[in-house]
């Protein structure tokens, strides 16, 4: 069933109020018709299979059944990225929120070529939003504006925090990400993952963070780009979470 | 140091033949000069730090050393994906390149949309090439002709083959790796892994290829583009078998 993403204001009762977007894209582009169902999210952990309904007055949504599925991760993992270059940041967002990122967080670090312009952040959240409904998340991933790693290191709180540093000799994350969860168990409800941009993170930055708390980790062997590197991060903890500890 | 494929034949003793289009790359794009070392790789597993020297008929490379690094996986690993829409094939080459696939079989399946044309395949290998000189494998990864599913099968044979389905209840990859990698230690020299197209494999190609010995798998619980699912593939079993097994 096709998704979109609504805001909860836009319900009242058992109707949802739909505005001349969510109306264009469900008749226009989905050619949807009365009688027709569609999945409505509101991006924070609810879902509801909705009728669209042809009234008088025009169409607009009738809340059939409350959805009552999870696909999110049992943890609130947030990402720290350096930005690389070019469109390369709309493919972390949109691969990462596939794989059940919390909230994003483009880190303009030393080695960031380029400041991106202010249209960037609505972008990536658009990216987002359409990822976590073709992903059919309950959840839309926040993403923040970009800001330096220190900043960034002080935006962020969770007990474990995971520092990716490309080259030497640290655990692998899956590895740690494994420890962590068995000696945590239930009380680990947040986590935070960095991954540098291209080039990798300066000396000096992984000195920073690891005096600021953070584990440094290694993604494997090979060297990936700024744009992989996410995507193999997120699929390593959202296994560790899901596959079970056997 | 940069990096640049070269044919075996290419050698002769310690001397490197250059052809146009590597002296044009060394020499003009990356700017090198007489004296400058560069990294010449056959893609076979063997890599030559070398000195270009500009002699009297022409500039040629000096084998300095071999180098004994190895960033590949301890196993033969071949992908078989349904060719995704638009350009997204060129993405799951470049990313699988960089997590250590050996071998990529493009496959024309049932939800296929489009015949890839015949310099495709000519494109990926490039891609193929490139990615491996960047993610600093020893190893360039074969990109094979785009075949129906069932030549696909017929066409590999490893022991050990993971057929990933989208939704139900299968166990996860990343669980399922651990498992065989506990039980068959050493003896695992290679694997294969199949992931569908957009809107995932059909009922019947599932059925076909766990009547051929593959194991059903799952990638985890959200829905992953045909895009990024490969990726996410490559990086589990490569994490199962770099990250140890505590």
Known sequence: M?????????????????????????????????????????????????????????????????????????????????????????????????????????VLSDRTLLKPSPNKLQRWQRIATEAAEQSERQWVPMVERPMSLAEAIAAVSPARRYFCVARGDRPHLLRQVRQDVASWGPEMAEMAIAIGPEGGWTTAEVEVAIASGWQGVSLGQRILRAVTAPTVALALVAAALESGLD
């Open 2 to 106: 096709q998704r979109i993403t609504v805001e909860s204001s836009q319900f009242c009762d058992r109707t949802l109020t739909l505005n001349r977007q969510q109306l264009h894209y469900l008749m226009r582009v989905l050619r949807l018709q009365g009688g027709d169902r569609f999945v409505a999210m509101d991006g924070s952990g609810s879902c509801w299979e909705t009728e669209l309904v042809e009234g008088e007055e025009g169409p607009y949504g009738r809340v059939v059944l409350a959805l009552d599925f999870n696909r999110e991760l049992p943890i609130s993992l947030t990402l720290l990225a350096g930005l690389p270059k070019g469109q390369g940041f709309d493919e972390v967002v949109r691969q990462t929120t596939e794989l059940g990122v919390t909230r994003v967080i483009p």
